[in-house]
């Protein structure tokens, strides 16, 4: 059983950055996809960085440029570095593993919370203006 385990998360103001981590155990081996997922109150849940097994990324528009995912295999643990952080980045930010270990078509389903079935417990990110 895949456990996931987010920290890093915490108060900063607009403009400032933040690190995130996700340590991962359990068959991790089996998802060809890891992500990062941000909740705020009120609205649905959107991906906001995935990555495969072999390094590629994909990004909404909205944190593009300014969020960096990325991952250390050897300790499985995945990273979201955030820069340039704006008070509507405020949410409840989640890491998530997909269950397979095949790739999805076309790319941006790998922002999609439906496709992942291994969830962590969440890091509260909140940005001040």
Known sequence: QVQLVESGGGSVQAGGSLKLS???????????????????PGKEREGVAAIDRDGSTIYP???KGRFTISQDNTKNILYLQMSTLKPEDTAMYYC??????????????????????????????????
């Not at 359990?26 to 060809?32: A, C, F, H, K, L």
């Not at 998530?96 to 389903?109: C, D, E, Q, S, V």
């Open 22 to 40: 996700c340590t991962a155990s359990g068959y991790t081996y089996s998802s060809n996809y890891m992500g990062w997922f941000r909740q705020a």
């Open 61 to 63: 528009d909205s944190v």
């Open 96 to 129: 998530a593993a997909h269950p397979g270990t095949y790739r999805l078509f076309p790319p941006y389903r790998a922002l999609s919370y439906y496709e992942y079935d291994y969830w962590g417990q969440g890091t509260q990110v909140t940005v001040s203006s």
